[in-house]
């Protein structure tokens, strides 16, 4: 055996989007569009008959019910021998996954491996409405696959994550952190925002795989109409990520060697360079600021460092994009300037996402424009901006490969929580309003004691309606208010 390392390289990337249709009888679910990115994925490596040789499938987490859907995957092709691998729902699992994939061909267990993602989310939604079965294979898979990228069976963080009731409002606190930090109006702030996002739009437009390809101006993505109901202020719908679609990606991998044996053209080959991770405190309330992250820094420059190269030598982007707050801060952490092209597809919001599989899209829309030249930069992002993994891509092959979890270099300097019942004055830094489909329901806060620098947060609520306008009007961030034993403004 040869003492030369082995060289893991992309071969072959495809996306699949089923759009918007009226044929329930005729659907193919999750794993028929899993199969059908899996086989794109092999025509672009050139020979289909490199998923005879896959010997490991790995899939990015989502909304059904499958134990083990690289099973599934892997008994369609012919390879029902081939190890899985199953994530978690998260953001940064793809990009994991792809580390993991490349760390397995180097260390030369597996010849080929499939990095894969998928939902039917857009159907499943009209066969609940219709009280219709679904047409595809639901089985769940009889393997037990490796089980990835999880998050801590913790019941402080299941707390907070059931008090934010969703993504968005955590977001819109970042979003409105930074806005304070920035002494920006809110006003200012709502048009800047829609601007990055109008930015975004005009990505999906050219994007063939994007959900939704219209170009939407600044204004109709800001402001608020029937279409486009307030979620969590300042975000519309429109700001917020679309996992309502028929969407599924996949990464083919194989080693050099592999790929010449196969007869992969050199030409088709993108390598990645290095894969980094690290995750912020589990609990946001725990963070240092609501607008930064130690986590997501530390990943981005060490992916970079890794690679051997400057944020200034990227010619091609994707930073996750679920909210507007998440792009701000992955730019601001790599020192990338906002007003240049941050996105290959246009963002969850436009391009939509299956889910926890938004960078295996991302990834697969890479993988071409590396081919052409240029490096490549793909960041995922799991819960709210908790987990970040970052991939590094070209045209050329490394040195070496490199997949790190780098949480040893990353000082989270976390920061106490306030006990549920504490009460006094305090400092707001940063606030949100939360809606329902009829209106807004309340304040949600994050305050920190007065006259304690570096002091603990925590959370308050208020159902005010002059609270409630006060926040949308000028922002509540620096105001002084009490808060109550229940975890109220007083």
């Not at 980094?276 to 309330?285: G, I, L, N, P, Y």
């Not at 690679?307 to 909210?323: Q, R, S």
């Not at 939360?434 to 208020?462: E, I, K, N």
């Amino acid at each position: 055996m040869s003492d030369r390392p082995i060289t893991p390289a992309i071969a072959g990337a495809a996306q699949v989007v089923r759009r918007q249709h009226e044929d329930l009888e005729t659907t193919t679910g999750p794993i028929e569009l899993m199969i059908e990115a899996a086989r794109r994925a092999a025509d672009d490596a050139g020979p289909q008959r490199a998923l005879d040789r896959v010997g490991w499938i790995g899939v990015a987490g989502g909304f059904w019910r499958y134990q083990d859907p690289g099973q599934l995957v892997a008994e369609a092709i012919g390879r029902p021998r081939a190890g899985t691998a199953l994530t978690s729902i998260s953001g940064s699992a793809p990009q994991e996954l792809v580390g993991r994939a490349a760390e397995l061909i180097a260390n030369g267990d597996v010849d080929v491996a499939l990095v894969l993602g998928g939902e039917a989310r857009w159907t499943a939604e009209r066969l609940r409405r219709a009280k219709a079965e679904p047409h595809w294979l639901t089985t769940p898979g009889a393997g037990q696959p490796e089980l990835l990228s999880g998050f801590p069976d913790d019941d402080d963080v299941m707390r907070e994550f059931r008090m934010f009731g969703a993504a968005a409002p955590a977001y819109a606190l970042m979003d409105d952190s930074l806005r304070a930090a920035m002494a920006e109006s809110v006003e200012a702030h709502r048009d800047r925002i829609a601007e990055l996002w109008a930015r975004f739009s005009a990505v999906a437009a050219m994007n063939p795989f994007a959900w939704d390809r219209t170009a939407h101006p600044a204004a109709e993505i800001r402001d608020v109409t029937p279409d486009n109901r307030m979620i969590a202020f300042p975000y519309p719908k429109a700001m917020v990520a679309n996992n309502t679609v028929d969407m599924a990606s996949a990464i083919l991998l194989c080693s050099v060697d592999i790929a010449n044996e196969l007869g992969i053209p050199a030409e088709r080959l993108v390598f990645p360079h290095a894969v980094t991770k690290a995750h912020e405190t589990w609990r946001v309330v725990n963070r240092d600021e609501l607008h930064g992250s130690p986590a997501l820094t530390g990943a981005g420059h060490r992916a970079l460092e890794l690679a051997g190269i400057d944020v200034a030598d990227v010619e091609h982007v994707d930073l996750y994009a679920c909210f507007p707050a998440v792009v701000q801060m992955s730019a601001r952490a790599l020192g990338l300037d906002t007003a240049r092209p941050l996105t290959v597809t246009g963002g969850l919001g436009f391009a939509g996402a299956p889910v926890g599989n938004a960078a295996g899209q991302s990834i697969a829309a890479m993988v071409p424009l590396v081919r052409s030249g240029g490096w490549g930069v793909v960041h995922g992002n799991g819960g709210n901006a908790t987990k970040h993994a970052f991939g590094v891509y070209a045209s050329h092959p490394p040195r070496a490969f490199t997949f790190e979890d780098c949480q040893a270099r990353v000082d989270l300097r976390p920061r106490a929580a306030l006990a549920d019942d504490w009460t006094g004055p305090a400092t707001v830094e940063a606030a949100t309003v939360v809606f329902t489909r009829d209106g807004p329901s309340h304040v949600l806060a994050a305050v920190r004691p007065d006259q304690v620098a570096g002091g603990p947060r925590g959370w308050v609520t208020s159902r005010d309606p002059g609270l409630i306008a006060q926040v949308i009007s000028g922002g509540l961030a620096g105001s002084r208010v009490t808060r109550t034993a229940a975890g109220e403004i007083a």
